[in-house]
């Protein structure tokens, strides 16, 4: 079983900055592409990060330049880095991963930036 665990999410004002967490367990996963999606209400989910196993990163023309994803392999858990807030980031935000053949998912945490 694959488990994926997020935290970090709050309130901010624009401008703001938040740091989100994911903690991964069940797999090897120093060798899996790790990315981070969020969905607004009433819209569809997105990718707004993406890390490869070995460090390459991109990111969704939304955030670019304001996001920053990165990985720690000893401790199992990829970090996305959140500058300079909009108020349209408002979002649960999501990590996922694909391994043994599915996409799997964490629980997401919510992200509130005010104007």
């Known amino acids: 079983q694959v488990y994926l665990k997020e935290s970090g999410g709050g309130l901010v004002q624009s401008g703001g900055s938040l740091r989100l967490s994911c903690a991964a367990s069940?797999?090897?996963?120093?060798?899996?592409?790790m990315a981070w999606y969020r969905q607004a209400p009433g819209k569809e989910r997105e990718l707004v990060a993406n890390?490869?196993?070995?460090?390459?990163?991109s990111y969704a023309e939304s955030v670019q330049g304001r996001l920053d994803v990165s990985r720690n392999n000893a401790r199992n858990t990829v970090t996305l880095q959140m500058n300079s807030l909009k108020p349209n980031d408002t979002a649960v935000y999501y990590c996922?991963?694909?391994?043994?053949?599915?996409?799997?998912w964490g629980q997401g945490t919510q992200v509130t930036v005010s104007g």
């Open positions: 996922k991963c694909r391994a043994y053949g599915r996409d799997w």
């Open positions: 069940g797999i090897n996963f120093k060798i899996y592409t």
């Open positions: 890390i490869t196993s070995s460090g390459q990163t």
